[in-house]
Protein backbone atom coordinates (compact mmCIF):
# COMPACT_ATOMS: atom_id res chain seq x y z
CA UNK A 1 0.00 0.00 0.00
CA UNK A 2 1.26 3.10 -1.22
CA UNK A 3 2.25 5.63 2.05
CA UNK A 4 1.09 8.49 0.25
CA UNK A 5 -2.61 7.74 -1.42
CA UNK A 6 -4.81 10.59 -3.42
CA UNK A 7 -7.98 10.83 -4.91
CA UNK A 8 -9.69 10.69 -7.34
CA UNK A 9 -7.20 9.25 -9.55
CA UNK A 10 -8.28 11.38 -12.78
CA UNK A 11 -10.99 13.83 -12.49
CA UNK A 12 -12.90 16.19 -15.70
CA UNK A 13 -14.74 19.02 -14.46
CA UNK A 14 -15.87 22.14 -16.94
CA UNK A 15 -14.13 25.32 -17.42
CA UNK A 16 -15.05 27.65 -14.25
CA UNK A 17 -16.13 25.20 -11.98
CA UNK A 18 -14.56 24.17 -8.36
CA UNK A 19 -12.57 20.98 -7.68
CA UNK A 20 -10.83 19.24 -4.32
CA UNK A 21 -8.46 16.98 -4.53
CA UNK A 22 -7.74 14.51 -1.68
CA UNK A 23 -3.95 13.39 -0.21
CA UNK A 24 -3.80 10.81 2.80
CA UNK A 25 -0.46 10.17 3.91
CA UNK A 26 0.68 7.30 6.55
CA UNK A 27 4.49 8.31 6.96
CA UNK A 28 5.84 9.47 9.89
CA UNK A 29 7.76 11.69 11.55
CA UNK A 30 6.06 14.46 9.11
CA UNK A 31 8.09 17.27 7.69
CA UNK A 32 5.88 19.04 5.53
CA UNK A 33 3.71 18.45 2.73
CA UNK A 34 3.71 20.00 -0.89
CA UNK A 35 1.44 19.82 -3.51
CA UNK A 36 2.60 19.56 -7.39
CA UNK A 37 1.53 20.65 -10.24
CA UNK A 38 2.86 18.45 -13.48
CA UNK A 39 1.92 19.40 -16.73
CA UNK A 40 2.29 16.56 -19.45
CA UNK A 41 6.10 16.12 -20.46
CA UNK A 42 7.13 18.16 -17.47
CA UNK A 43 9.00 18.13 -14.38
CA UNK A 44 6.13 18.93 -11.40
CA UNK A 45 6.35 22.11 -9.89
CA UNK A 46 5.64 22.94 -6.35
CA UNK A 47 2.20 25.30 -5.43
CA UNK A 48 2.34 25.38 -2.07
CA UNK A 49 4.26 23.89 1.45
CA UNK A 50 3.10 23.34 4.09
CA UNK A 51 4.19 22.74 7.80
CA UNK A 52 2.99 20.79 10.71
CA UNK A 53 1.45 24.18 12.19
CA UNK A 54 -0.14 25.42 9.33
CA UNK A 55 -3.87 24.68 8.91
CA UNK A 56 -4.56 26.62 5.25
CA UNK A 57 -2.22 27.84 2.56
CA UNK A 58 -3.42 29.33 -1.01
CA UNK A 59 -1.35 30.26 -3.98
CA UNK A 60 -3.55 32.37 -6.04
CA UNK A 61 -6.66 30.30 -7.02
CA UNK A 62 -4.63 27.18 -5.21
CA UNK A 63 -5.61 26.85 -1.27
CA UNK A 64 -4.23 23.67 0.43
CA UNK A 65 -5.18 22.35 3.59
CA UNK A 66 -3.74 20.28 6.18
CA UNK A 67 -4.79 18.32 9.60
CA UNK A 68 -2.39 16.83 10.48
CA UNK A 69 -3.33 15.17 13.28
CA UNK A 70 -5.76 12.90 10.63
CA UNK A 71 -3.13 13.27 8.37
CA UNK A 72 -5.10 14.27 5.15
CA UNK A 73 -4.43 17.10 3.04
CA UNK A 74 -6.60 18.70 0.21
CA UNK A 75 -6.27 20.91 -2.73
CA UNK A 76 -8.70 23.33 -3.47
CA UNK A 77 -8.97 24.91 -7.11
CA UNK A 78 -11.46 27.47 -7.53
CA UNK A 79 -12.77 28.63 -11.58
CA UNK A 80 -10.67 26.48 -12.78
CA UNK A 81 -9.00 26.85 -16.22
CA UNK A 82 -8.06 25.07 -19.08
CA UNK A 83 -4.29 25.41 -18.16
CA UNK A 84 -4.85 24.23 -15.05
CA UNK A 85 -5.27 20.55 -16.93
CA UNK A 86 -2.30 18.51 -15.46
CA UNK A 87 -1.03 15.94 -12.59
CA UNK A 88 -1.46 16.90 -9.09
CA UNK A 89 0.79 15.20 -6.95
CA UNK A 90 1.05 15.64 -2.73
CA UNK A 91 4.72 14.71 -1.63
CA UNK A 92 5.67 14.61 1.84
CA UNK A 93 8.65 15.08 3.66
CA UNK A 94 9.41 12.66 6.09
CA UNK A 95 12.06 13.81 8.63
CA UNK A 96 14.65 10.91 9.22
CA UNK A 97 18.40 9.84 10.38
CA UNK A 98 19.47 11.17 6.63
CA UNK A 99 17.84 14.32 6.85
CA UNK A 100 14.76 12.74 5.46
CA UNK A 101 13.37 11.98 2.28
CA UNK A 102 10.53 12.74 -0.07
CA UNK A 103 7.24 10.21 -0.15
CA UNK A 104 5.33 11.17 -3.39
CA UNK A 105 1.64 10.25 -4.76
CA UNK A 106 0.60 8.81 -7.78
CA UNK A 107 -1.17 11.93 -8.48
CA UNK A 108 -4.87 12.83 -9.41
CA UNK A 109 -5.16 13.56 -13.06
CA UNK A 110 -7.53 16.59 -13.43
CA UNK A 111 -8.55 17.26 -17.02
CA UNK A 112 -10.89 20.55 -17.38
CA UNK A 113 -13.02 20.75 -20.56
CA UNK A 114 -14.47 23.96 -22.28
CA UNK B 1 18.20 31.89 -14.46
CA UNK B 2 17.86 28.67 -16.20
CA UNK B 3 16.36 25.88 -14.92
CA UNK B 4 17.27 22.25 -14.35
CA UNK B 5 17.73 20.71 -17.82
CA UNK B 6 17.89 17.16 -18.80
CA UNK B 7 19.31 15.46 -22.28
CA UNK B 8 18.17 13.63 -24.07
CA UNK B 9 14.49 14.28 -23.97
CA UNK B 10 13.95 10.78 -25.26
CA UNK B 11 15.55 7.75 -25.77
CA UNK B 12 14.60 4.51 -27.61
CA UNK B 13 17.24 1.92 -27.19
CA UNK B 14 17.28 -1.72 -27.59
CA UNK B 15 17.10 -4.43 -24.71
CA UNK B 16 20.63 -5.37 -23.34
CA UNK B 17 21.93 -1.65 -24.35
CA UNK B 18 23.70 0.68 -22.28
CA UNK B 19 22.33 4.26 -21.80
CA UNK B 20 23.59 7.51 -20.41
CA UNK B 21 21.04 10.51 -19.10
CA UNK B 22 22.78 13.87 -18.03
CA UNK B 23 20.82 16.16 -15.78
CA UNK B 24 22.39 19.88 -15.16
CA UNK B 25 21.10 21.11 -12.21
CA UNK B 26 20.60 25.03 -11.30
CA UNK B 27 23.67 26.97 -10.29
CA UNK B 28 24.65 26.92 -7.20
CA UNK B 29 22.40 23.66 -5.85
CA UNK B 30 24.44 21.63 -3.83
CA UNK B 31 21.62 18.87 -3.70
CA UNK B 32 20.87 16.70 -6.49
CA UNK B 33 17.77 14.07 -6.70
CA UNK B 34 16.99 11.36 -9.78
CA UNK B 35 13.59 9.85 -9.68
CA UNK B 36 11.82 7.32 -11.87
CA UNK B 37 7.76 8.08 -13.24
CA UNK B 38 6.66 4.82 -14.31
CA UNK B 39 3.16 4.86 -16.14
CA UNK B 40 0.19 5.17 -13.85
CA UNK B 41 2.80 5.15 -10.69
CA UNK B 42 4.11 7.72 -8.49
CA UNK B 43 7.91 9.47 -8.71
CA UNK B 44 10.44 6.59 -7.31
CA UNK B 45 13.62 8.13 -5.27
CA UNK B 46 16.50 6.48 -7.17
CA UNK B 47 19.70 8.32 -5.71
CA UNK B 48 20.27 11.58 -4.20
CA UNK B 49 23.67 13.85 -4.45
CA UNK B 50 25.27 16.51 -1.91
CA UNK B 51 28.05 17.48 -4.12
CA UNK B 52 30.31 15.26 -5.51
CA UNK B 53 29.46 12.20 -3.09
CA UNK B 54 26.08 10.00 -2.95
CA UNK B 55 24.79 9.71 0.64
CA UNK B 56 21.82 8.12 -0.21
CA UNK B 57 21.49 5.42 -3.28
CA UNK B 58 19.04 3.62 -1.57
CA UNK B 59 16.59 3.83 -4.36
CA UNK B 60 18.53 2.21 -7.00
CA UNK B 61 16.46 -0.68 -8.28
CA UNK B 62 19.67 -2.79 -9.34
CA UNK B 63 23.52 -2.59 -9.75
CA UNK B 64 22.99 -1.88 -13.39
CA UNK B 65 21.77 1.41 -12.40
CA UNK B 66 24.76 3.98 -11.40
CA UNK B 67 25.15 7.35 -11.08
CA UNK B 68 27.66 10.02 -10.63
CA UNK B 69 28.28 13.79 -9.99
CA UNK B 70 31.01 15.63 -11.47
CA UNK B 71 32.45 19.20 -10.12
CA UNK B 72 28.92 19.70 -7.82
CA UNK B 73 27.44 20.32 -11.06
CA UNK B 74 26.29 17.89 -13.86
CA UNK B 75 25.61 14.07 -13.05
CA UNK B 76 24.91 11.30 -15.21
CA UNK B 77 22.61 8.41 -14.59
CA UNK B 78 23.68 4.96 -16.51
CA UNK B 79 21.60 1.66 -17.02
CA UNK B 80 23.68 -1.11 -18.16
CA UNK B 81 21.89 -3.84 -20.30
CA UNK B 82 18.70 -2.07 -20.13
CA UNK B 83 15.43 -4.13 -19.81
CA UNK B 84 11.86 -3.59 -20.57
CA UNK B 85 11.00 -2.73 -17.52
CA UNK B 86 13.75 0.18 -17.14
CA UNK B 87 11.10 2.61 -19.60
CA UNK B 88 9.91 5.40 -17.66
CA UNK B 89 10.73 8.92 -17.78
CA UNK B 90 13.62 9.85 -15.25
CA UNK B 91 13.48 13.17 -13.58
CA UNK B 92 16.18 15.01 -12.24
CA UNK B 93 15.49 17.42 -9.38
CA UNK B 94 18.22 19.90 -7.44
CA UNK B 95 17.67 22.00 -4.65
CA UNK B 96 19.99 24.64 -2.88
CA UNK B 97 20.82 22.12 -0.17
CA UNK B 98 19.19 18.92 1.41
CA UNK B 99 16.40 19.23 3.51
CA UNK B 100 12.95 19.77 3.88
CA UNK B 101 12.72 23.58 3.90
CA UNK B 102 14.69 23.60 0.24
CA UNK B 103 12.29 23.54 -2.68
CA UNK B 104 13.20 20.75 -5.19
CA UNK B 105 13.47 22.11 -8.76
CA UNK B 106 12.67 19.81 -11.11
CA UNK B 107 13.98 19.25 -14.90
CA UNK B 108 11.84 17.92 -18.05
CA UNK B 109 12.33 14.08 -17.51
CA UNK B 110 13.94 12.17 -20.33
CA UNK B 111 11.34 9.83 -21.54
CA UNK B 112 13.59 6.64 -22.35
CA UNK B 113 11.76 3.32 -24.00
CA UNK B 114 13.32 -0.43 -24.48
CA UNK B 115 12.13 -1.83 -27.12
Known amino acids: KNQVEQSPQSLIILEGKNCTLQ??????????LRWYKQDTGRGPVSLTI?????NTKSNGRYTATLDADTKQSSLHITASQLSDSASYIC?????????????FGRGTQLTVWP | GAGVSQSPSNKVTEKGKDVELRCDPI?????LYWYRQSLGQGLEFLIY????????KSGLPSDRFSAERTGGSVSTLTIQRTQQEDSAVYLC?????????????FGPGTRLTVT
Open chain 1, 23 to 32: CNYTVSPFSN
Open chain 2, 93 to 105: ASSLDRGPSYEQY
Open chain 1, 50 to 54: MTFSE
Open chain 2, 49 to 56: FQGNSAPD
Open chain 2, 27 to 31: SGHTA
Open chain 1, 91 to 103: VVWVRGSTLGRLY
